[in-house]
């Protein structure tokens, strides 16, 4: 009788903004990369709106272009556990290539699976992400600086844009768990 799959405890960070944007998370090793996509798209924040790709070791892995413009594996194809192997190893995530999202996915351990607990789980992360198509970091930068002050000359702009208030603190890790509950065979 096989055991249960390991379980990954993953650091997902936002590269290139200060205070910085993470969620760590557990899932099992053997998710596929397409699956992945999925948990880190409801973990951040993300709308899974845009393309996306991982980067491991110079191969690029997501979804095949029917077009045939861009070059990707197949990423239904390659489980979390081929790409990270061991506690200290990473690969890039790349969301929307126009924004440029580029984040960091570490093993930060190999925890015993519990039977108990939720296949995919958020236990922990720090601030809200950034609006889909904000202009990527400059953009999100600009967006905050508007948002954020009442004399700035977009604020009101901005704060109808966003569709109200946005704390740039906020992270509910609650909601991120529902969220990730529903996804739980996908």
Request: proline fraction near 8%; hydrophobic fraction near 35%; aromatic fraction near 10%.
């Amino acid at each position: 009788m096989k055991g249960p799959t390991p379980v990954y405890q993953l650091r997902v960070s936002l590269d290139g903004i200060a205070p910085a944007i993470w969620r760590r998370l557990l899932a099992p090793s053997d998710v596929s990369l397409r699956r992945l996509h999925g948990i880190v798209q409801k973990a951040m924040g993300w709308t899974n709106s845009h393309l996306h790709f991982f980067q491991v070791d110079g191969r690029q892995f997501g979804r095949p272009d029917p077009d045939g413009e861009l070059y990707f594996e197949d990423d239904s194809r390659f489980r979390l556990r081929t790409m990270l192997i061991a506690p200290g190893d990473t690969m890039a995530y790349k969301y929307d290539f126009g924004d440029s999202w580029r984040h960091t996915i570490l093993l930060e351990e190999i925890v015993a699976a519990d039977r108990r607990a939720p296949g995919v789980q958020c236990i922990a992360g720090a601030r809200a992400c950034p609006p889909e198509d904000c202009g990527g970091i400059p953009g999100y930068q600009a967006f905050l600086e508007a948002v954020l002050d009442p004399f700035h000359p977009e604020h009101r702009q901005m704060r109808e844009w966003i569709g109200g208030r946005f704390d740039p603190e906020a992270f509910d890790i609650a909601s991120i768990n529902r969220k990730l509950s529903t996804s739980s065979k996908n």
